[in-house]
């Protein structure tokens, strides 16, 4: 099976009058098909700028980034982009704030709406369709930002702490939702996340970045021994705690 995804020896350096900041350090990996990859790494290490780079909203100076055998380029349709805040529009409706990228694209096609009231049903939101953004609780604003961004049909999912802002009951929730929601889709993603627990909890491999400039540490592909695996039971499982000092004694190596 070839990967969906290709990054080959990225570098990044940031540029202003006082100096040069190196940011990303020859970063490669790949993922497959269906894949949900978490990447971790210490704090300010580089994290959210290789999202950037991999959704072409930052150029590398060195390596490449392709989707599919091609170059992934700024603005890329292929990428679907999930920020830490939902940015939902207050004077907008919660459907009408689902609809928001589609008409950005002139996309509002009778196959794309059918498939926002389907998403609307099966994740709970169909009541609150009426609703505006404040009237909601911060798990469900959430919910209705990944149905915004599913909606566009992304082939690949970038999540950049998008429960960072929830408070830590919510967050299980949400993200044991969303990691459902993903796996039914069958939705390959890429998670950043400051939370060890959450990226084995959710994820098939977690990549380790080091200290700026980040590099590749390491790669733990996660196995857990549990059925029907979610986000939530993945927690219980008895290896979980193995995988979690793994990650950081790794972490700590490279802080």
């Known amino acids: 099976m070839k990967p969906l995804l290709e990054v080959r020896d990225l570098s990044l350096s940031y540029h202003t009058p006082s100096g040069e900041?190196?940011?990303?350090?020859?970063i490669s990996f790949d993922l497959m098909p269906g894949e949900f990859l978490a990447i971790v790494g210490p704090s300010g290490?580089?994290?959210?700028?290789?999202?950037?780079?991999?959704?072409?909203?930052?150029?590398?100076?060195?390596?490449?980034?392709?989707?599919?055998?091609?170059?992934?380029?700024?603005?890329?349709?292929?990428?679907g982009y999930m920020l830490q805040k939902d940015h939902l529009l207050e004077w907008r409706s919660i459907y009408k704030n689902i609809l928001l990228g589609l008409e950005i694209r002139r996309q509002l096609t009778p196959e794309k709406l059918s498939s926002i009231e389907q998403m609307l049903r099966i994740y709970g939101l169909d009541k609150f369709r009426s609703a505006r953004p404040s009237q909601l609780s911060g798990g469900m604003?959430?919910?209705?930002?990944?149905?915004?961004?599913?909606?566009?049909?992304?082939?690949?999912?970038?999540?950049?702490?998008?429960?960072?802002?929830?408070?830590?009951?919510?967050?299980?929730?949400?993200?044991?939702?969303i990691g459902r929601i993903l796996k039914k889709e069958n939705k390959p993603a890429i998670l950043v996340t400051h939370d060890i627990s959450e990226a084995i909890s959710m994820a098939d491999r977690v990549?380790?970045?080091?200290?700026?400039?980040?590099?590749?540490?390491?790669?733990?592909?996660?196995?857990?021994?549990?059925?029907n695996r979610t986000p939530l039971s993945s927690r219980n499982a008895p290896d979980f705690k193995s995988y979690f000092n793994q990650i950081w004694k790794e972490l700590n190596d490279h802080a």
């Open 141 to 177: 604003r959430q919910r209705a930002a990944l149905i915004r961004t599913l909606a566009l049909k992304p082939e690949l999912l970038l999540l950049d702490e998008p429960f960072s802002a929830l408070d830590y009951q919510t967050r299980l929730n949400v993200s044991d939702d």
């Open 207 to 227: 990549l380790i970045l080091t200290k700026r400039p980040a590099a590749v540490a390491d790669i733990v592909p996660i196995e857990l021994s549990v059925k």
């Open 45 to 79: 290490c580089g994290k959210s700028t290789l999202l950037n780079v991999i959704c072409g909203l930052l150029e590398p100076e060195k390596g490449s980034v392709l989707m599919n055998g091609t170059q992934v380029t700024r603005g890329d349709p292929r990428m």
């Open 21 to 26: 900041t190196p940011a990303l350090s020859h």
